[in-house]
């Protein structure tokens, strides 16, 4: 009889070992794997995000007032212009027939003017023929105005002083009113042209700092400074246009493409906690193995970091990226 309790003893404990196990496995799978931070000191910054391109100051985009064939180019790319300088010339020979055509006419009417104002004179004409002669001439006069504007109209010319920045087009090309044939500006001053959404316009102002990143300089922030912001927005992308003025040793090039970060608020000395850590204007910090959820007073939000000014402190672990539907009093350790 004591043989055989001897002898289920190993399988008791073994079946004792199973449920102890069983319980820890049990009491382990109810806790969270979290990742736990600290909130640290450090600069608080506030920032609208957008993108923009580099463009001069002052520039123009230049296209022909009418279509046709490049026949002539005046300058090249780098060539510096005044106002009024000729670039290219359109093949004008149809409108330069058409002008020796129209003087032909007004050499026609002026003679035949002169005789009838002779033959009035003598009374072999009458006066209305004298009239009629020069009503004539003021006509083709008329039609030999309009067509010399066509044909002037036929050389591209610069409407600014600048630098020849681009020129797209070969002689030869046929171009449209639509087309621009040159890109004419000053290579300083220097600025960005930023789209800002509406919901972020009311907080950028002009004299603001900008943080500017290029993909020519992967290594370097730029800094610069809000000029000004266009009074109408574009309702369709809902944007506003915001002006960012370089300074004049920037070594941004026209057309390159920018992010920048025009800063809103910044603090020196904040207390700061990742971004993804608040849910719902609250912080989950733990206690004891257990999530607790708690109330923060929030101040400068950047994109990473949020700044606290009451809630949590240097010391307190707070849970970084709370996972979904976590909710207080739940076990949870730290990964």
């Known amino acids: 009889m004591y043989r055989r309790r001897f002898r289920r003893l190993p399988v008791l404990l073994l079946l004792a070992a199973i449920v102890v196990g069983a319980g820890y496995v049990i ?43 490049i026949a002539e180019i005046f300058v090249r790319e780098g060539d510096v212009v005044r106002q009024g300088q000729a670039l290219a010339r359109l093949d004008d020979r149809e409108a330069r027939a058409r002008v020796a055509e129209l003087e032909a006419k007004a050499a026609y009417w002026r003679e035949q003017m002169t005789r009838s104002k002779a033959l009035a004179e003598r009374g072999i004409r009458s006066q209305d023929a004298f009239e009629k002669d020069k009503s004539e001439l003021d006509q083709v006069n008329s039609a030999i105005a309009a067509a010399r504007q066509r044909r002037s109209d036929l050389v591209v010319t610069s409407p600014i ?26 290579p300083r001053p220097l600025r960005i042209t930023a789209d800002v959404d509406e919901e972020d316009i009311p907080r ?24 000004r912001i266009t009074p109408k927005g574009d309702p369709i992308n809902k944007t506003f246009r915001v002006r960012v003025a370089l300074p004049d040793d920037t070594p941004l090039l026209v057309g390159m493409t920018t992010e920048v970060n025009i800063v809103t608020a910044e603090k020196a000395d904040a207390l700061l ?21 708690r109330p923060v007073t929030i101040g400068i939000r950047g994109r990473k970091a949020i700044e606290v000014l009451d809630g949590v402190g240097p010391d307190d672990q707070v849970i970084a990226n709370p996972p979904a539907g976590l909710k207080p009093g739940e076990r949870v350790r730290a990964k």
């Open 27 to 69: 009491s382990r799978s109810g806790t969270r794997d979290v990742e736990l931070v600290k909130p640290f000191r450090g600069q608080a910054v506030e920032a609208v995000y957008a993108t923009g391109v580099v463009e001069p100051e002052q520039w123009a985009k230049i296209a022909a007032l009418a279509p046709g064939r």
């Open 161 to 186: 002083d600048g630098t020849v920045l681009r020129r797209d087009f070969e002689l030869g090309e046929v171009v449209g009113l639509n087309d621009a044939l040159f890109w004419i500006g000053a």
């Open 204 to 227: 950028v102002a002009p004299g603001q700092k900008v943080l500017i990143k290029a993909d020519a300089f992967p290594d370097r922030v730029l800094e610069a400074r809000v000029s």
């Open 273 to 293: 906690v990742a971004a993804s850590a608040l849910v719902g204007g609250q912080l989950f910090v733990v206690r004891d193995g257990e999530a607790v959820l």
